[in-house]
């Protein structure tokens, strides 16, 4: 399989570039110390998401094999890693998923697995959900809205129904319930060319709405769409790509830079290769500016080293940041 070019569609600057506003405020974005490691399974998902940065959907053939996942489980043998976080396109249509997950599991003390919901309800992986209950799986569930109208547009008709039936069904298995020890956290994204409403207040309606369907949750997080992939393409074609742009490089926030994911996170993807964060996989902005297959990692990567950026990384430090 060979990956797609699609993912970033080159476009005229029209803000300033990132590192040269990092170097205005006398800062560097360089790593830290890593502590989490992410795994890309690949971008196919049953749903076809407006806000999706990586064009995932159904026809995507990016899916990763067993050979890589084993590089992978050896690569986290050898490396202490407090967190470890799968995710894709829909981590649960990955045939081997199963087997990824199991293994993680033994390597961390925290292990993480992104969904959409939807595809928690896999007739292919029926016992997914009670895998994840068995291993203490934290689940990070993308829900754009409470609206049932506004989460259907951004994802599909229909989306907001099944997404129900499953939280309930996670509910019934004590994610997301207090005392319960699973961890069921929410991921809202804006549903148009906007920023997110302020988090702790979005989380209070978000468990206020859902309590009326009796459903609960740990936590919800509130993060700016990343003008890429197919959200670059809807801001495009709406012609709002400049406006958002220039709102994302308008709100930076220097005192976010320092607790960014991408100083303390490595990221592999679907086929192997090493990245900073999913975001700069999604542009093709290799960890180092080296493509580098996680075959050929011994240690955590070198504390100090110079992280590349581009125009997305504003979405990241716009406001409060995405940390």
Request: charged content about 20%.
């Amino acid at each position: 399989m060979r990956p797609t070019d699609d993912l970033a569609t080159p476009r005229a600057t029209i803000v300033e570039p990132f590192d040269k506003v990092l170097a205005s405020h006398g800062l560097k974005l360089v790593r830290g110390k890593t502590t989490t490691l992410q795994v890309n399974v690949g971008y196919l998902c049953d749903l076809v998401c407006r806000h999706c940065h990586l064009k995932a959907g159904p026809q995507r053939p990016e899916v990763m094999e067993k050979a890589t996942m084993d590089a992978i489980i050896n690569y986290a043998s050898r490396v202490a890693f407090d967190t470890i976080d799968i995710t894709g396109g829909a981590p649960e249509l990955n045939p081997h998923i199963t087997y990824l997950v199991r293994q993680l599991a033994k390597q961390t003390k925290k292990l993480i697995v992104r969904t959409n919901l939807v595809a928690l309800h896999n007739e292919h992986q029926p016992d997914l959900i009670e895998l994840y209950k068995e291993l203490g799986v934290t689940l990070v569930a993308s829900l754009p809205s409470t609206n049932a109208s506004q989460a259907d547009s951004q994802r599909g008709k229909g989306v907001w129904t099944r997404s129900m039936a499953v939280l309930k069904h996670l509910n019934s298995l004590g994610y997301g319930v207090e005392g319960s020890g699973l961890e069921l956290d929410l991921v809202v994204n804006p549903a148009g060319a906007f920023l997110p409403g302020e988090q702790c207040q979005l989380e209070k309606k978000f468990k206020r709405d859902l309590l009326r369907q009796e459903i609960y949750f740990t936590n919800l997080f509130s993060f700016a769409n990343v003008p890429l992939g197919r959200f670059l393409d809807w801001l495009k074609n709406s012609g709002n790509s400049e406006n958002y742009l220039q709102n994302l490089s308008g709100r930076f926030n220097p005192a976010a830079v320092e607790k960014l994911m991408c100083r303390s996170l490595i990221s592999v993807s679907w086929d192997g290769y090493l990245y900073d964060c999913d975001f700069n996989l999604g542009v093709g902005l290799h960890h180092g500016a080296v493509k580098t297959h996680i075959s050929e990692l011994q240690t955590l990567p070198d504390e100090g080293f110079l992280i590349p950026t581009g125009e997305h990384c504003y979405s990241c430090t716009a406001g409060a940041g995405f940390t």
